[in-house]
């Protein structure tokens, strides 16, 4: 029989609906757009757009370049967790279409996805509950 553990309890709060620019990278902007909105720990819950060219991380820690342009975003999920030091750091995941139609999955490399045209992404705040860590 498996067993379940408890991680973390807490609730969800506000939620934010936003707009990245062209040329703002995927992951740093969803850190801004957090540290904007006060959201100390967020769950992406949807998003929409491409990507110039997409960098997904492969197992061994090398990157995965995937050509565009445009290349599409065809799911998007992860969170962004507040730090000891009280910087934001945003874990995500997703799969990429490139333009021929081929799939490709894994987490997306900061600093290495900027977005083609816009990219639209929708943020939940995450509430941990006291006495947590």
Known sequence: MAEMRMIESGRMGRVAYARIAPNEDLVSSI????????FGNAFVR????????????RADGSCQVIRGPAAEIVSLAGE???QPDGSLRAALTGV????????????????????????????????????NN
């Open 31 to 38: 850190e801004k757009l957090c540290l904007a909105e006060g």
């Open 46 to 57: 949807g998003a929409l757009g491409s990507l110039v060219d997409a960098c997904l991380e």
């Open 80 to 82: 962004v967790r507040s």
């Open 96 to 131: 990429v279409a490139d333009t021929q139609g081929h799939l490709y999955g894994g987490p997306f490399v900061a600093g290495a996805n900027a977005v083609c045209v816009t990219f639209e992404v929708t943020l939940e705040e995450w509430l941990p509950s006291p006495g």
